[in-house]
C-alpha cells in the first residue's frame, strides 16, 4: 500500500510492535488489502488496512481469529476518499459472536486524540476488537507512542509479557478489562511505572479493584468506560466509583438517552451500529442493573444468568462479593451442569500474595453465606491465576 497519510494519523505517531518499529512509512509499505476481509492479528496489520480501504472508498471487515469472510460482502464505496465502513467482530464471550458494521467517523465518534508530550499506551486489548480498535486510533491521532506485544494477553508472554514491555517502555496511559487489571497488578509486583492514566473497559468495574488502582496509581486519571461493539463508546466514569450516577437516567452525557426496563440497561446513542435498534432508537444492551442509593451498578449479563434449581443466578454478581473479601486477587464463578439442579456454580480464587488460605477459605464462605442457597458456589478452588481470553475478559460461554 501508498499513498498519503491519513487525517487520523498524526505525523509524530509511533507503533513498537514487538522488535518491530513502525511510522507512517512503515505502515504505508505494508501489503494489505483495500477493502475486503483483513485478519485483525496485529496492529501493524489493522491500522494499514484502515488507511487502504478509506482511500479506496471500500468496506473492511476486521476477522478475529481466522480469515474467514463466512459469507460476508463488503458495502458499495462512496468514492475515493468519501469514506468507508468497518465491520467488527464482537468477542462472543456469552456465545455466539457477531458482525456489526460502523461508519468510520461514527466509530471515532468520542475520541479525542488529545496531544500529551511523551505519552506512552500500551495495548492491552485484541486489535480486532473495538475497544482495541478505540486505544490504538486515540494513540494514532494523538501522535502518542504505542507499545504492543504479538499475542496480546493470550500470547506466548501472555499478562507478564504486557508488564514487561511496560517496564520496558515506561508507559504513561494503560487501558484494560478489570480482569487484565488484576493480574497485571500481580505480574508488575512492586515495579513502579509512571502512569499518567489508568483506563477499564469490557467489563463492570468493582469497587475493590478501583480503590486498588487509586491507590497504587495516585498520580494517574482514573475511569471506567461503557462500550460495546453494538451500541459503540457511551460514556465514562471518572468519579473513582463503581457503576454510574443514577442521575444519568433523566440527563446521560454524550447524546445519550438511558433507561432501566425489567432490571436491563437500554440505550439511544448517536454511536450505536446502525439497523440494531428498535424503531425508536432503543437498543437492549443486556447488561442488568441493580440501584443502589444514588448509584445504578452492574449485575452481570442478562445472557449469562444460569438456572440452578429453578433460580436464576448471575454469576458475576457472586463474583463481586468474592472479589471484595481481603485477600482476594481474582476470582471467577462459573456455572458447571448438574444432573439434578440443571447447574451449579464453582468458585476459583487467586490468592494475594502472603494469604492464609484457611482463612481465606473462611471469609469467602462467610461472604456468600446470606445468599440464597442457589447462588452459593458449592466449590472453591485456589489457583495461582485465572486464563482470559484474547479480548482480556474470563469466558462466559456455556451459561443457560
Request: hydrophobic residues 45%.
Amino acid at each position: 500500500m501508498t499513498g498519503c497519510r491519513p487525517a487520523w494519523i498524526h505525523p509524530a505517531f509511533r507503533l513498537i510492535e514487538g522488535e518491530d518499529l513502525f511510522g507512517w512509512p512503515e505502515l504505508a509499505g505494508l501489503a494489505v488489502p483495500a477493502g475486503g476481509v483483513v485478519l485483525a492479528d496485529r496492529p501493524s496489520r489493522v491500522l494499514a488496512a484502515l488507511a487502504a480501504a478509506e482511500a479506496a472508498g471500500q468496506g473492511l471487515l476486521l476477522a478475529r481469529g481466522a480469515a474467514d469472510p463466512g459469507g460476508w460482502q463488503p458495502g458499495q464505496g462512496q468514492g475515493q476518499g468519501q469514506g468507508f465502513s468497518v465491520t467488527l467482530e464482537s468477542s462472543g464471550t456469552t456465545g455466539t459472536p457477531k458482525r456489526l458494521r460502523h461508519e468510520f467517523d461514527r466509530l471515532r465518534g468520542r475520541l479525542r486524540g488529545v496531544e500529551e508530550e511523551g505519552a506512552r499506551w500500551l495495548l492491552t486489548y485484541d486489535p480486532g476488537a473495538f475497544a482495541g480498535l478505540q486505544v490504538m486510533l486515540t494513540a494514532a491521532a494523538a501522535g502518542a507512542q504505542l507499545v504492543a506485544v504479538p499475542g496480546g494477553a493470550s500470547g506466548g508472554g501472555g499478562i507478564a509479557g504486557l508488564a514487561e514491555a511496560a517496564r520496558r517502555h515506561a508507559v504513561t496511559h494503560v487501558s484494560g478489562t478489570p480482569s487484565f487489571w488484576r493480574a497485571f497488578l500481580m505480574a508488575l509486583g512492586d515495579a513502579g511505572l509512571p502512569l499518567r492514566a489508568v483506563t477499564l473497559g469490557g467489563e463492570a468495574a468493582d469497587q475493590p479493584l478501583l480503590d486498588r488502582l487509586a491507590e497504587r496509581f495516585p498520580g494517574a486519571r482514573l475511569r471506567h468506560i461503557y462500550a460495546s461493539t453494538e451500541a459503540g463508546a457511551l460514556f465514562a466514569v471518572a468519579d473513582g466509583r463503581a457503576g454510574f450516577p443514577a442521575a444519568w437516567l433523566d440527563d446521560a452525557p454524550d447524546g445519550l438517552s438511558l433507561r432501566i426496563v425489567d432490571g436491563v440497561l437500554e440505550v439511544r446513542s448517536p454511536r450505536a451500529a446502525p439497523g440494531i435498534a428498535d424503531a425508536d432508537g432503543w437498543l437492549s444492551t443486556g447488561d442488568l442493573v441493580e440501584r443502589q442509593g444514588d448509584r445504578l451498578l452492574f449485575a452481570g449479563r442478562l445472557d449469562g444468568l444460569v438456572n440452578v434449581g429453578g433460580v436464576k443466578v448471575s454469576p458475576e454478581a457472586v463474583e463481586r462479593l468474592l472479589l471484595a473479601v481481603g485477600g482476594v486477587a481474582e476470582a471467577a464463578v462459573s456455572a458447571l451442569p448438574s444432573p439434578i439442579t440443571g447447574h451449579l456454580l464453582t468458585a476459583t480464587i487467586v490468592p494475594a500474595a502472603g494469604s492464609d488460605l484457611e482463612v481465606l477459605r473462611v471469609a469467602l464462605r462467610a461472604a456468600t453465606a446470606d445468599l440464597p442457597p442457589a447462588a452459593r458456589p458449592r466449590a472453591l478452588t485456589f489457583a495461582d491465576h485465572i486464563p482470559l481470553s484474547a479480548a482480556g475478559k474470563k469466558s462466559r460461554k456455556g451459561a443457560a
